[in-house]
Nanobody, 117 residues
Framework: QVQLVESGGGLVQAGGSLRLSCAAS????????MGWYRQAPGKQREFVAI???????NYADSVKGRFTISRDNAQNTVYLQMNSLKPADTAVYYC???????????WGQGTQVTVSS
């Protein structure tokens, strides 16, 4: 049974920082592509960042230079360090796991991030 459990969300003032964590179980983590997505009220879920098993990363333009995705394969955990947060970053943040083949995709339950102005 695959489980992705996010944590670290909360309320922060603009300019502040948060670190999200996603602990995975039930998958071969080291070869799984891990990602973060977000969904703001009334909007579609959007891509934020991904990291491959080998550590290659990719970011949405809106977060480049502010957010950093990383992973600890020994702990089966992926992180999202978010700095210089803006009110526009307010959303529910979801962790996603995708198998190397792309055939299997799993989502976490989401964690709320609220940035006040």
């Amino acid at each position: 049974q695959v489980q992705l459990v996010e944590s670290g969300g909360g309320l922060v003032q603009a300019g502040g920082s948060l670190r999200l964590s996603c602990a995975a179980s039930g998958i071969i983590f080291s070869t799984t592509i891990m990602g973060w997505y977000r969904q703001a009220p009334g909007k579609q879920r959007e891509f934020v960042a991904i990291i491959t098993g080998g550590g290659t990363t990719n970011y949405a333009d809106s977060v480049k230079g502010r957010f950093t995705i990383s992973r600890d394969n020994a702990q089966n955990t992926v992180y999202l360090q978010m700095n210089s947060l803006k009110p526009a970053d307010t959303a529910v943040y979801y962790c996603r796991a995708r198998s190397a083949s792309g055939a299997l995709v799993y989502w976490g339950q989401g964690t709320q991030v609220t940035v006040s102005s």
